[in-house]
């Protein structure tokens, strides 16, 4: 299934499984898609397009890393840190990663492995995928 990719006119495909209403569960925390995360329930409101809208959260938060050189090296480093936290990787191409934590896992654990891993692998930069919305306001849905 293709999703737009937020701000452009292209799509990337994600991994979902449909559910008896239609709706489709993402299986897998997309790397170019931004809002969502795996476990999330989406709805497709134009197929053509790729364009969807959010039914519910999974509760998990997606983190996306890059690294100018390799990013194996990175994820042999904070892979099992961030498996401590119940985290696991979703996808990695040459110099990116994207990774999916349980939002329960809480935003301080998380942040305090991120900057230990910044700061071992200089050029390693991250965000989260789904926690911000395109104005940098946080979307709060872990909250309810």
Do not use: C
Not at 13 to 34: I, N, Q, Y
Not at 85 to 95: F, W
């Amino acid at each position: 299934m293709g999703l737009r990719v937020e701000g452009a006119s292209r799509t990337q495909p994600v991994a979902v499984r449909r559910l008896e209403t239609g709706d489709l569960e993402v299986l897998f925390s997309p790397g170019l898609v931004e809002g969502i995360a795996a476990g999330d329930v989406i709805r497709l409101t134009d197929s053509r397009t790729g364009d969807f809208e959010i039914v519910s959260r999974g509760g998990n938060l997606s983190l996306k890393l890059f690294h100018p050189g390799a990013i194996g090296p990175v994820l042999d480093w904070v892979g099992p840190e961030l498996e401590r936290l119940a985290g696991r990787l979703d996808g990695k191409i040459d110099r990116a990663a994207v990774l999916t934590i349980p939002a329960t896992t809480g935003f301080p654990a998380i942040e305090a492995v991120m900057k230990r891993a910044v700061a071992a692998h200089p050029g390693l930069t991250w965000f989260y995928g789904n926690v911000y919305d395109s104005e940098d306001r946080p979307l709060n849905w872990w909250r309810s």
